[in-house]
Nanobody
């Protein structure tokens, strides 16, 4: 069973910084991409940043220049450094991973999955 565990959320003042971390564990064969979504109250979940296995990255336009996603494939971890935070960044942040896991439930012994963390709340307020 693969699981993602997040840490690092909290309350911060506008202009402040936070760092979110996420670690994947379990029967992981390979991770193809890891990243972060967020969901603000009353809004749909949106992709914030992602890092693919080839180190290519994607950022939501509104966080470019302020957020940095980084990962360690060997440790199956991903982090999100958030600087110059704004009140509109307030949301529950979810770590996700697109991965291939080892399993006894397929002929090949592997299957592709998308796995989510439990979410961590980031509140930006004075």
């Amino acid at each position: 069973q693969v699981q993602l565990v997040e840490s690092g959320g909290g309350l911060v003042q506008p202009g402040g910084s936070l760092r979110l971390s996420c670690a994947a564990s379990g029967s992981i064969f390979t991770i193809n991409a890891m990243g972060w979504y967020r969901q603000a109250p009353g809004k749909e979940r949106e992709l914030v940043a992602t890092m693919a296995s080839g180190s290519s990255t994607y950022y939501l336009d509104s966080v470019k220049g302020r957020f940095t996603v980084s990962g360690d494939n060997g440790k199956n971890t991903v982090s999100l450094q958030m600087n110059n935070l704004k009140p509109e960044d307030t949301a529950v942040y979810y770590c996700y991973a697109e991965l291939t896991e080892q399993t006894k439930f397929t002929i090949t012994g592997y299957r592709n999955r998308e796995v989510w963390g439990q979410g961590t709340l980031v509140t930006v307020s004075s």
